[in-house]
C-alpha cells in the first residue's frame, strides 16, 4: 500500500471525526490550535482549572503522536504490518469514543473532556504516524498547509500557463519544468478527503445515531490494516510528497 493511499483515505477519517467531535462536543479534535489558544486565554486570566481542560486534550493528542512514533520505530524491522498496529489502536479509541458517547453513564464517569480524549489521542496518533511515513512532510488531521500549498500551487499554475501557452495540450510538461502538477494534484484530493469526512461525519450521525457513524471511519481504518498486512506500505515508488 503506497503512501498516496494513506494521504487519501486518512483526511476523510479526519474530516469525519472532526466533525462529528464539534457537533456532539463543541470541540476541535484533529488540530490543537484552538486547544492551545484556550490554554493560553484561561492561563493568562489566572483560571487554572479550567486550564486543565484544553491543557489534556493537548497531551492526549501528543500521547497518540508518542504511541505512533514509538510503533514505527518498532516496525522498521518489518515488512508487512509494520503499521496496523498503530491503526488498530486508532480505530480501538475512536470505537470507546463511540460507545461512551452511546452510553451516558460512561460518559459521566469519564466526563466530557475524558471522551474527547480518545478522539484527540486518535488524531495525535494518525497525525504523526502519516508523519513519520512521510518523511514529516504530509499532514492528514488538518488543512492550514495544505490550503497554503494550494495557493502557492495556483500561483504556480497560473505563471506556467502565461509562460507555456502552446505546450498546455501536454500536461506532462508540467511534471518536467519548474512546477509538479502532480504534487498540486496531491494536495487537491487531500483537501476534498477531509471535506468529504466533513460532510459525511454529520449525515451519519444525524441518520444512524452516535454508534452508526463510526461504521465509515472504523471500515476504512480496517481496510488500511489489511492492506498493510497483506502487501505493505511502501513509501519508495509514491508520487511526490506533499508539504504541510
Known amino acids: ?122 488524531m495525535g496518533l494518525q497525525n504523526a504516524l502519516v508523519t513519520r511515513i512521510s518523511g514529516a512532510v504530509v499532514r492528514t488531521t488538518h488543512l492550514t498547509g495544505i490550503v497554503t500549498d494550494l495557493g502557492i500551487g495556483a500561483v504556480r499554475i497560473f505563471r506556467f500557463v502565461v509562460h507555456n501557452r502552446r505546450r498546455l495540450l501536454h500536461l506532462r510538461t508540467l511534471a518536467r519544468d519548474e512546477l509538479d502538477y502532480h504534487v498540486f494534484k496531491l494536495h487537491l484530493a487531500i483537501f476534498s478527503s477531509f471535506l468529504a469526512g466533513c460532510a459525511a461525519g454529520p449525515l451519519l450521525l444525524r441518520y444512524t445515531g452516535p454508534l452508526g457513524w463510526m461504521i465509515a471511519p472504523l471500515g476504512m481504518l480496517v481496510v488500511l490494516m489489511v492492506f498493510d498486512l497483506a502487501r505493505g506500505i511502501d513509501v519508495r515508488r509514491s508520487p511526490p510528497p506533499a508539504a504541510s
Open 1 to 122: 500500500m503506497e503512501r498516496t493511499t494513506l494521504a487519501l483515505v486518512l483526511p476523510c477519517v479526519s474530516g469525519t471525526v472532526n466533525s462529528v467531535g464539534l457537533l456532539t462536543l463543541g470541540l476541535a479534535t484533529s488540530h490543537m490550535t484552538g486547544n492551545a489558544t484556550r490554554l493560553g486565554e484561561e492561563l493568562s486570566l489566572g483560571h487554572g482549572p479550567a486550564a486543565l481542560a484544553p491543557g489534556l486534550l493537548i497531551l492526549c493528542f501528543f500521547l497518540g503522536a508518542f504511541s505512533a512514533s514509538l510503533i514505527v520505530d518498532g516496525g522498521n524491522l518489518l515488512g508487512r504490518g509494520r503499521y496496523a498496529a498503530a491503526l488498530f489502536i486508532e480505530a480501538a479509541a475512536l470505537a470507546a469514543f463511540a460507545f461512551m458517547t452511546a452510553h451516558p453513564r460512561w460518559a459521566v464517569t469519564l466526563g466530557n473532556i475524558g471522551v474527547t480524549g480518545f478522539l484527540c489521542f486518535a
